[in-house]
C-alpha cells in the first residue's frame, strides 16, 4: 500500500494529499512552514485536535473547516461547516464521510459522550480508503466499516488502551490498520512496547512514521 499522500504531523494530526489540495485532519503542533490548508477536518474540540493556533496558521478564509457543531465558534477562520455524524460531506472536489466517534467504557465516557455528536473520517485518497476514527472506543459502528487503513486512537485514559485497539483491529475490514494518539500518552518507552504488542497481534498492523522528531509530550 502506497501511502506516500500520508504525513503524520505527531498526536492525531495528519496532512493528506488529495486531487493536488492538502487535507488536514486535526491540525496540532505544526511548524512554521506548514503548507496552507485547502480543507480542515476537526473531529471534537479538544485543544490536541482543535487547535485555534494551527488553524490560524494554515487556513484562509477560503478554506473549508469542517467542525463538529458545538464547535463551529471556536474556528477562527475558514469557510466554517458543521458537521453530525453518519453523512457525507464534499467541498473543492473533495469527498469524505463522518462516522461516530465517542466513549462507551464506564470511567471514560464522560470525556467523549456520544450525545455530542462528534466524529472520524473516512476520504478517499488516490484510491485508498483512509479511516480516522478520531477520539473513541471500540464502538460497535467500527463493524461495519470496511477501509484501506484505519488509524485508531491508543493510549489508555481517554481513548483505547493497546489490548482495545487490538479488538478494534479484528473487527474493522481494513487492509491496514495504525494505531495514533498515544506517544504523548505512554512516553517513549511505554509507546514502544505497545508498538511491540500491536504488531505482535493484529496481522495487517503497522506503524506509521511520525515526521520529524517524536513529539512525547504535549
Not at 186 to 202: D, H, I, M, R, T
Amino acid at each position: 500500500m502506497d501511502l506516500s499522500f500520508l504525513k503524520w504531523n505527531g498526536h492525531a494530526s495528519f496532512l493528506l494529499t488529495l486531487n493536488g489540495k492538502n487535507v488536514y485532519i486535526d491540525p496540532f503542533n505544526l511548524g512554521a512552514a506548514s503548507a496552507h490548508a485547502d480543507i480542515i477536518l476537526i473531529t471534537h474540540p479538544h485543544f490536541d485536535h482543535l487547535s485555534e493556533k494551527d488553524i490560524a496558521r494554515i487556513a484562509d478564509r477560503k478554506t473549508g473547516v469542517f467542525v463538529p457543531k458545538d464547535s463551529i465558534g471556536k474556528v477562527p477562520v475558514g469557510d466554517v461547516v458543521g458537521v453530525e455524524p453518519n453523512r457525507h460531506y464534499s467541498f473543492n472536489g473533495i469527498e469524505f464521510n463522518t462516522v461516530p466517534a465517542y466513549n462507551k467504557v464506564e470511567n471514560r465516557i464522560h470525556y467523549h459522550p456520544k450525545e455530542n455528536g462528534w466524529v472520524g473520517y473516512i476520504l478517499d485518497v488516490n484510491g485508498i480508503k483512509v479511516y480516522h476514527a478520531g477520539d473513541t472506543d471500540f464502538i460497535n459502528e467500527m463493524k461495519k466499516i470496511v477501509t484501506g487503513l484505519a488509524m485508531l486512537p491508543m493510549g489508555g485514559t481517554y481513548v483505547m488502551g493497546v489490548d482495545e485497539v487490538i479488538e478494534a483491529a479484528h473487527s474493522i475490514k481494513a487492509e491496514k490498520v495504525a494505531p495514533i494518539h498515544y506517544k504523548a500518552l505512554l512516553g517513549k518507552a511505554g509507546s514502544k512496547e505497545a508498538e511491540q504488542k500491536f504488531l505482535a497481534n493484529v496481522k495487517n498492523g503497522i506503524i506509521l512514521k511520525e515526521e520529524g522528531e517524536p513529539k512525547y509530550s504535549f
